[in-house]
């Protein structure tokens, strides 16, 4: 990776990517540092960005810390592209860092998202950095950080067990449906970011690296390449993923992720996918089928 | 329908206009200027310089304006601006003994070398709103007598002279840690935590100062000295092998003697509270120095029972910045995970009828037999 | 025939609270099944003397060695966290006087006797639950109950549910700090009990602080008196309360009887 800038004219007082590069290789150590420990959070010195804490100051830092001009950004904001959030974050690539942005999941070296994956499956040499808000899976079991970090260490994971116990023991199920604690490699319990548990079964095994950076709370985190992710359950209550009634009412795909929305007062919904991109492709080649099946019917 | 939750480029390039245009406000209203906010909104400039951790008051004076006023916001601007600056490295510790005074007070002696000084103080003003501040003031001036060079002997100084107070805090390492550069670690050493309270909150901090003050972890403060002034700041430069001054700032600092009962290994003295900030910030300082104070509980045994004593509840919590940014992110869509839960609350209430109606076909079952006895009939209805 | 080894063999233990001593040269041996009471008043360092030997605590100096089910005796002081933690949490238990410094008091009744079961890797929800229910029955907690929380339990009950919490894994060990402080006489004694007969049916090591001598007659086989951070007196309970030798104690015993 290159950490030029590309063309002066631009932002001639701020760094390639905005940060400046001696926090770059700061952030690139911690990186390095939670491949290394699959699941444990780094420490990190996180900085201001010119976006508010909260706002995925954590995704843009570590996406600032690894990104190069020859990348191919796509930034999702709850599995979609023309999101507020999403659109100012890629806006902000686009000027700091002069790269080629997409929306196209299979285009993209690098995507940065917050509380989804996409549909599509990833592949090898793409990057998904997460943006996290609160990355201790234990916080609100204890908010002590010293205690946690020792519950880590010591691989005390009882209490998260507890809460899954008391999620059945009330509820019949396990009720925890985002945000759905992992065990990552055998050893650390794992916060994957607000991402709904349906994503969940994505992070096992995925085939990209996949990068999570908390900005407020000065954490990173990883899960390498082909690495164990096992949700969190008992063996009488098997971790299961969400399922829809009805496939989207634009793309007709089952088995995506779907977004209810709300179309009058009087209550009445439909169903979409919550990854744009999936669902455009989805449509077309539903059109395409369409076509081609009237071409047949022409032609016989 | 659909597009409402989908913002699109546009909508924010709109948003961001008229920003600019509310910003501006009345084009028949001249536009303030950056000098007036400096000399006039001094105090203002003052905690955006300090919470904004960057001493530039033309900088903070721009983050003001660009922020209608809004303090926070242009703490945020100036934070997000000096993270982009190189850091060079660290001034040599500045002498506030040394500091040329406009105002130093002290509590706990009714007169000391040097005297007590009041300064540019709003203490002691009825505050009775000034119509003659409405419109052009008149134009008076101050004779203003030449600042008085001494060297005023700090009050903590003097108590230390008798052994009755602590002495001074020392570094644990060769050089202080920088919340800038390094990971927040906690517990944290006190330089840390002293480099965090500088830039926490004021509101935050004052609240907690004041909880220290009603009982909540009592550490019976008197404000041994406050002194506001200008400090010349040194920078040791390796390769000319001497110690150079590269400037002058103002800044306020604040000495809390408490009391202390003394341990096995010490006997019984003062303990300090210390706050230092930029300009003239009292009502900063001070809260710093409470906090402090408070935040040692550890270090000098005493119980931790109050929030202002708990060093992660504090030093998480006192950053407005991270603050503002974690409370207003509940406006960015959370659809997803309300979707989750949606569909989590749906079933629930499934779930919650069906055991519902079984009770009550259960009890009307008993109903309808008590009636049938009654009346030999049998109702249709359930 | 071999001698038997003592479950923790305690030597020379203290801890120094600057220069104010806590506890001071405190050696004794607790062998298996055996039921030992601290007695002392408040303040005489017999509270101090069971967090040391709990590991709650780190003594300034001495040396603990306990038994481990594999027939080894470790010093305590010198294991890693790591060991220590787990074996408080499965070969100890610690019952508190307040019994909402032993639970998780916005938990349900079984998450708390399950907790520890899940902490050492049980993952079937059916037979924690079932474990949970047969703890409850056992410290008379009607089974119902296994899904409230312990904030809606009486004072008694509570401490009830803190004794089950602490035993579900079978531990060799339980330190207990004055169980049945702060509770009405009749809700004493039906704890008091509940204890003895839990200590007969598993054979219990216990070692017990307590301020009042009748509960120290009723549960222990031996007992020690503390004054001043020191043991001034030690023996079987029988003895030492039916015969005292210090004065000390034999004020204490003086002062069971006229109250």
Known sequence: ?300 | MYVAVKGGERAIANAHKLLAERRRGKRSVAALGLEQIVEQLSLAVDRVMNEGSLYDRHLAALAIKQARGDLIEAIFLLRAYRTTLPKLGYSTPVKTENMLIERRISATYKDLPGGQILGPTFDYTHRLLDPALAGEEAVFSLEEGPISPNNFVRVSDILAQEGLIEEDGRLNGAKPNDITKEPLDFPMGRDTRLQALARGDEGFLLALGYSTQRGYARTHPFAGEIRIGEVEVEYFIPELGYVVIIGRIQITECQMVNQFSGSAKVPPQFTRGYGLVFGQSERKAMSVALCDRALRANELGEDIVAPAQDEEFVIAHSDNVQATGFVEHLKLPHYVDFQSELDLVRTMRRDFEKAKDAVRSTACGLHEKQEKQKTGEVSSER | MTRELPLLDAQSISKFYGSRSGCEEISFQLFSGEVIAIVGESGSGKTTLLNCLSTRLMPTSGSIHYLGRDGVARNLYQMSEAERRFLMRTDWGFVHQNPSDGLRMAVSAGANVGERLMAVGERHYGSIRQTAQNWLERVEILADRIDDEPRTFSGGMRQRLQIARNLVTAPRLVFMDEPTGGLDVSVQARLLDLIKGLVNDLGLSIIIVTHDLAVARLLSDRIMVMKEGRVIEAGLTDCVLDDPQQPYTQLLVSSILKG
């Open chain 1, 1 to 300: 990776m290159n950490d030029e800038v590309g063309d002066g004219e631009v932002l001639a007082s701020y760094n390639f990517a905005y940060l400046d590069e001696q926090t770059k290789r700061m952030i690139r150590r911690a990186i390095l540092k939670a491949i290394a420990i699959p699941g444990y959070q780094v420490p990190f010195a996180s900085r201001e960005m010119p976006m508010p804490y909260g706002w995925g100051t954590g995704g843009v830092q570590v996406t600032a810390a690894i990104i190069g001009p020859e990348d191919t950004l796509k930034v999702i904001d709850q599995g979609a592209d023309d999101t507020t959030n999403a659109v100012s974050i890629r806006a902000f690539f686009a000027k700091t860092a002069r790269v080629k942005t997409t929306m196209q999941t299979g285009k993209a070296t690098l995507i940065q998202t917050r509380h989804r994956i996409p549909e599509e499956a990833l592949t090898n040499d793409q990057i998904l950095v997460y943006q996290v808000p609160i990355p201790e899976p234990l916080r609100f079991l204890e908010p002590r950080e010293t205690e946690t970090r020792k519950m880590h260490g010591l691989e005390e994971y009882g209490l998260m067990h507890v809460k899954l116990y008391e999620d059945i023991a009330k509820n019949g199920h396990i009720a925890t449906t985002y945000a759905y604690p992992v065990k990552v490699a055998g050893r650390y319990v794992m916060d994957p970011s607000p991402t709904p548990k349906f994503d969940n079964p994505k992070m096992n095994q995925c085939e990209a690296l996949q990068l999570f950076g908390a900005g407020r709370e000065k954490r990173i985190y990883a899960v390498p390449p082909y690495t164990n992710v096992v949700s969190l359950d008992f063996e009488d209550h098997p971790f299961e993923v969400t399922k829809f009634e009805e496939p989207c009412a634009l793309c007709g795909s089952e088995g995506a992720y779907l977004d209810e929305v709300i179309l009058d007062d009087k209550g009445h919904k439909m169903f979409v996918c919550s990854d744009t991109d999936y669902c455009e492709k989805q449509q077309r080649k539903k059109m395409q089928n369409l076509g081609e099946e009237a071409k047949q019917r022409a032609f016989s």
